[in-house]
């Protein structure tokens, strides 16, 4: 319906300044590892401003503002968080919207987690929603920005097209974010020196004090040293002295015992710039442009990789990313080192990271065992065969009980209250069902209109069930949309981790291509299926064998799988996961979905549940 308000993002030594004499608003941002810009709130914001008025090239403590944010620190020179405990390094931007945007009024829009928080949108879509809302549209595609959701501003909800799951939104005022006019005036170079007034002394201030006066000491003798390349007679000096922290590299060749004359020149921006010339001769090489960061995506690793053939002799080489944190340095001071050296000039090469393992080691067919207590080691499920679709008022009345006298509250479906006629007057007619009829659901006791719950049903799967909107609770027997395939179980003689008395129950999920049914986002559309067969695992225990049971019902019940947008590759109409989370890494964690996870197995229960499977459902 709309497209997003893009913001204007103009990049000048390193940092974004609005175009001269336009006021904007500005939004800090920083980048998750998903590829989104996730906004610090306004509060954050502020603070990030106030602290680059005073050293454009300093260092941000975010938890003098926030104390949720106490161990992250923002270094302007590089425009990267620091995470101060485990060392991990994000990019940051600063970003700019219109005044008269959600941001600039202070508005905020939020979704409700599994939780049961709030959980803020990126900018550009809360900046959509409200201009969705302040034209007084009843709902908004989100698919114009990459999200498969619906808006619906009546209810105050959100939907997903592929599951038709719901989850509640709300809007709420906020602080203002900044509001900046025209470009900000350099400051001091980073690192700085004392500033004037009394330093705050904090714990995370001395620690950033204590780094600045380090780089200023590394700095000083490194101004003083000229490091002569290798046999072949490279010479390089990597000198850390620009405004946006791009570091430049002058490399000439020469010949063994030929003499070097350093040469100071300034660029037309007042920049120096230290070129090297044999003695009588001009210089052979070109300047390689570097980063004085260590994080920045895609430029990282070409940079390393270009200035290790000029690291001078002796100078060790520091392991800056210690993933796992088995490595003898620990990841905070790896991290803090890396600055440091790299303010400083001095070559800094990450670890490899260790590689996730996926799949156990090879196993004979004589070694593989049915699962005790689990009839077969296969389900299959075939092509849904569609009944005749039932009455959407008969289901919903199986389900309610009528209110002759309901209370003066809101019906979280429309929005309008419920002694008044459903929103959706007008726009569904079934017999009997008048506008102001209310039912009561038997399990929970929220109460709707009648014809509020027909909506919902018919946007739904239509599979004669119903599920409350707010308490969550579902009635009769939830199916999904999930393509044909097979599951196979069976137990291997290899444990996981955390599970070392334990055998391991291995799955295997296979779903083919095929074409979307009528129950699909794009009936008569081929869809694909990319990484199948899919193999996860869970510990051969008693827990671990009660979930492959319920696992074996949500199958049946087509609940494990959807068509929808991958949220890994961003491709549409593809098989993806449906809200039950699976270990699909066998030796390590390294992705989130491995072992040890002391929590997963509880989780898993609690999503089964979520999908109306329990223990209930288990046939003895």
């Known amino acids: 319906m709309l497209r997003p308000s893009s913001g204007v993002l103009i990049s000048v030594n390193g940092l974004g300044f609005p175009p001269q004499n336009l006021a904007r608003v500005v939004v800090w941002e920083w980048l998750n590892e998903h590829g989104r810009w996730r906004p610090y709130t306004a509060a954050v914001c502020h603070h990030i401003e106030n602290v680059l008025k005073e050293d454009a090239r300093g260092s941000v403590v975010l938890g003098q503002v926030d104390p949720q944010l106490a161990p992250y620190i923002i270094d302007l020179q590089s425009m990267h968080q620091f995470r101060q405990d485990t060392g991990t390094m994000r990019p940051v931007r600063r970003n700019f919207y219109d005044p008269s945007s959600a941001p600039g009024k202070g508005i905020v829009w939020e979704w409700e987690n599994d939780n049961n928080s709030w959980t803020p949108y990126d900018m550009d879509i809360c900046i959509t929603i ?106 390089a000096v990597r000198q850390s002295n620009t405004f946006n922290g791009t570091a430049l590299w002058s490399a000439g060749t020469m010949t063994t015992g030929g003499i070097a004359k350093m040469e100071q020149v300034r660029s037309p921006s007042s920049t120096q710039v230290t070129t090297f010339s044999r003695s009588q001769s001009a210089p052979t090489g070109t300047q390689v442009p570097g980063q004085n960061n260590l994080n920045r995506p895609g430029t990282q690793r070409v940079a390393i990789l270009s200035t290790r053939a000029s690291i001078p002799p002796g100078v060790p080489a520091l392991p800056v990313k210690n993933l796992n944190g088995t490595g003898p340095v620990h990841p905070a001071l790896a991290g803090m080192t890396g600055i440091l050296m790299c303010a400083a000039g001095l070559p800094v090469c990450l670890t490899r990271a260790p590689k996730p393992i996926l799949h156990p080691p090879p196993v004979s067919k004589g070694d593989i065992k049915p699962v ?249």
């Open 372 to 620: 005790p207590g689990i009839n077969g080691i296969c389900r299959k499920t075939k092509k849904k065969h569609l009944k005749k679709s039932k009455n959407p008022e008969d289901v919903v009345r199986r389900y309610i009980q009528k209110v002759k006298s309901p209370p003066d509250e809101d019906c979280t479906i429309c929005m309008e209250r419920l002694v008044a006629s459903s929103g959706y007057e007008g726009l569904l007619s079934h017999r009997g069902a008048k506008p102001e009829l209310v039912g009561k659901l038997g399990k929970c006791g929220h109460m709707y209109h009648l014809l509020c719950l027909v909506a919902m049903y018919n946007n739904g799967n239509k599979d004669g069930s119903l599920q409350c909107p707010t308490c969550k609770a579902i009635y009769g027997e939830k199916t999904g949309t999930q393509p044909p395939g097979k599951m196979e179980f069976h137990i291997i003689p290899h444990s996981l981790p955390g599970y070392t008395e334990s055998k391991t129950i291995r799955i295997v999920y296979d779903i083919p291509t095929g074409i979307q049914g009528p129950e699909h986002p794009n009936p008569g559309k081929k869809f694909t299926a990319r990484g199948f067969p899919r193999h996860c695992y869970l510990p051969d225990n008693e827990k671990g064998r009660k979930i492959l049971q319920l696992l074996i019902v949500a199958w049946d019940r087509r609940l494990l799988f959807t068509i929808g947008t991958s949220s890994t590759t961003g491709e549409c109409d593809t098989v993806v996961w449906n809200e039950i989370h699976h270990k699909t890494e066998f030796g390590s964690n390294l992705t989130g979905h491995g072992y040890p996870d002391p929590n997963y197995l509880d989780n898993v229960l609690a999503e089964l549940m979520a999908q109306g499977v329990s223990e209930a459902n288990l046939k003895d």
């Open 130 to 235: 409200q201009n969705a809302y302040e034209k007084q549209h009843p709902w908004l595609d989100l698919s114009s920005l990459g999200f498969c959701y619906l808006i619906y501003f009546n209810s105050m909800s959100q939907m997903n097209r592929q599951t038709q799951r719901k989850r509640r939104l709300r809007r709420r005022m906020d602080l203002a974010y900044p509001l900046t006019m025209g470009s900000i005036p350099k400051s001091q170079s980073w690192p700085v020196g004392t500033n004037s007034g009394q330093p705050c002394s904090c714990q995370q201030c001395l620690l950033v004090n204590s780094t600045r006066a380090a780089s200023n000491a590394i700095l000083a003798s490194q101004r003083r040293k000229v490091y002569v390349g290798n046999s072949n007679g490279t010479l």
